[in-house]
């Protein structure tokens, strides 16, 4: 079984910051692709945020300039550093990883339960 847990949402006021942290457990050979994903009350999941296992970071364009992702390889852990957080960026953030159980497996997707977080203006 492969979890992906997020933690570090919460309440916060606008101009403020929080740091989300996602940590992948269980049975998994390689992480390829992590990413964050956030949906608002009545709208449609968007990507947020994408780090590759090199490295390689793609935003959306709402919080370019304000959001960090980064990852921890050997902790199979990704973050999200948000900073000038707006009350459009209150939504449910769940995290992402495309990753093997095994060298003989193709890569499958993986996601976390959610956690909330709520600006308030």
């Known amino acids: 079984q492969v979890q992906l847990v997020e933690s570090g949402g919460g309440l916060v006021q606008a101009g403020g910051s929080l740091r989300l942290s996602c940590a992948v457990s269980?049975?998994?050979?390689?992480?390829?692709?992590m990413g964050w994903y956030r949906q608002a009350p009545g709208n449609q999941r968007e990507l947020v945020a994408l780090?590759?296992?090199?490295?390689?970071?793609n935003y959306a364009d709402s919080v370019k300039g304000r959001f960090t992702i980064s990852r921890d390889n050997a902790r199979n852990t990704v973050y999200l550093q948000m900073h000038s957080l707006k009350p459009e960026d209150t939504a449910v953030y769940s995290c992402?990883?495309?990753?093997?159980?095994?060298?003989?497996?193709?890569?499958?997707?993986?996601w976390g339960k959610g956690t909330l977080v709520t600006v308030s203006s």
């Open positions: 780090i590759t296992k090199g490295g390689l970071t």
């Open positions: 269980g049975t998994i050979f390689s992480i390829n692709d």
């Open positions: 992402h990883a495309a990753g093997r159980r095994s060298p003989w497996q193709s890569s499958m997707d993986y």
